[in-house]
T-cell receptor, first 117, second 109 residues
Framework: GAVVSQHPSRVICKSGTSVKIECRSL??????MFWYRQFPKQSLMLMAT?????????EQGVEKDKFLINHASLTLSTLTVTSAHPEDSSFYIC?????????????FGPGTRLTVL | GQNIDQPTEMTATEGAIVQINCTYQ??????LFWYQQHAGEAPTFLSY??LDGLEEKGRFSSFLSRSKGYSYLLLKELQMKDSASYLC??????????WGAGTKLIIKP
């Protein structure tokens, strides 16, 4: 099956710094990637939808200036958490699809555990 | 508003059968998913139902009733490795995935 990787898998940073998380589709081209956040014992919350070559679409309540998303190629999307604070500590997961016709088939990355001290 | 309901936690015995229910109220329906998620890991796809009825896949089966807004995931011959959270998610009319909070399944020997 299709493989999606995320890097780093785990990151610890100081409050006020920025952290970049990469999401790569390894063996297919992903026109659309999704970024989720999951707090402990809660379900996934969609943060934004990232389309290659265009601006990301953010969900209500997600600050686009704080969570910068760049989908520069068909295999790479990045999420940058700017000026991170302890409340941003969470499990960030990306997923990718080959196209809207394949929306029912999302391939998930392994996730990135962010801890902000 | 859109809503997905599933039990928070369930306990079952190794070798037994367990049914995890999911009810949903969404704006439109384009399919229902079940995912398995082990602690600290991303979800893994289990099943996708878009038509009414039962879909069987090995030890796991998923059922859908669109008229009732209801689905269940049936796990047979439970193994210790089945201990995980099981997430129900619905694809709405805007093709957005609406996620349930997940059911934590605890398997006891």
């Amino acid at each position: 099956g299709a493989v999606v990787s995320q890097h780093p898998s785990r990151v610890i940073c100081k409050s006020g710094t920025s952290v970049k998380i990469e999401c790569r589709s390894l063996d297919f081209q992903a026109t659309t990637m999704f970024w989720y956040r999951q707090f402990p014992k809660q379900s996934l919350m969609l943060m934004a939808t990232s389309n290659e070559g265009s601006k990301a679409t953010y969900e209500q309540g997600v600050e686009k200036d704080k969570f910068l998303i760049n989908h520069a190629s068909l295999t790479l999307s990045t999420l940058t958490v700017t000026s991170a604070h302890p409340e941003d500590s969470s499990f960030y997961i990306c997923s990718a699809i080959t196209g809207l016709a394949d929306l029912h088939t999302q391939y998930f990355g392994p996730g990135t555990r962010l801890t902000v001290l | 508003g859109q809503n997905i309901d599933q039990p928070t936690e369930m306990t079952a015995t190794e070798g037994a059968i367990v049914q995890i229910n999911c009810t949903y109220q969404t704006s439109g329906f384009n399919g229902l998913f079940w995912y398995q998620q082990h602690a600290g890991e991303a979800p893994t796809f289990l099943s996708y139902n878009v038509l009414d009825g039962l879909e069987e896949k090995g030890r796991f089966s998923s059922f859908l009733s669109r008229s009732k807004g209801y689905s269940y995931l049936l796990l047979k011959e439970l193994q210790m490795k089945d201990s995980a959270s099981y997430l129900c998610a619905v694809l709405d009319s805007n093709y957005q995935l609406i996620w349930g909070a997940g059911t934590k399944l605890i398997i006891k020997p």
